[in-house]
């Protein structure tokens, strides 16, 4: 995986970045693994300011999307949107609720961003597109859940069933160990 976007990111390097899961898996998020699933690889998202062209090889898409310089971070040799950027960019990517909640949650769990941060980020994006749908995801992401499945059984739980709010993996101590 890290491979096919540091190749990708070879076609951008001088002035745009990665974003969405691809910056999120060069970041150590493990659950970004830039699949749709029944081995359908997705293209390694990226950003560039200057020169964006379609790539008709599908192995990458290049958005002209607006990117501030404090949004572009050099990590691991690799021009990469910041953590709450690519956050926001994989929501947007995501397109519907409950796959975009799993992935701030994941990234919440990668430890590479943190839910106040989040929030936040929210706040100073009052007019773009996507902003809607990331409202609505922040507000059901908690920084518990250590995997996707168990987020969308968590919204299953809320969503669907309309139960309350459970607990998502409390510490459980035994009170005979000693």
């Known amino acids: ?19 969405a899961w691809a910056s999120l898996r060069w970041r150590g998020a493990a659950w970004f693994d830039g699949s749709a699933g029944a081995g359908t690889l997705l293209p390694v998202p990226m950003l560039r300011n200057s020169g964006a062209r379609a790539l008709e090889d599908g192995r990458a898409t290049i958005s002209r999307a607006q990117l501030a310089p404090h949004e572009r971070e050099f990590v691991h040799g690799v021009w990469c949107t910041s953590a709450l950027r690519a956050t926001f960019d994989e929501v947007a990517r995501r397109g519907r609720l409950r796959p975009a909640v799993a992935a701030i949650c994941m990234a919440l769990a990668a430890g590479v961003t943190a839910l106040d941060a989040v929030r936040r980020y929210a706040a100073t994006r009052p007019a773009w597109e996507g902003i809607p749908l990331y409202r ?25 069933a309309g139960f309350p709010e459970p607990l998502v993996n409390p510490p459980v101590f035994d009170s005979t160990a000693g």
Do not use: K, Y
């Open 1 to 19: 995986m890290e491979q096919r976007i540091l190749e990708q990111f070879l076609r951008v390097r001088r002035d745009g970045a990665v974003t």
């Open 136 to 160: 609505e995801t922040v507000a059901l992401s908690n920084e518990c859940f250590r995997s996707g499945p168990e987020v969308f059984l968590h919204l299953r739980w809320r969503l669907d």
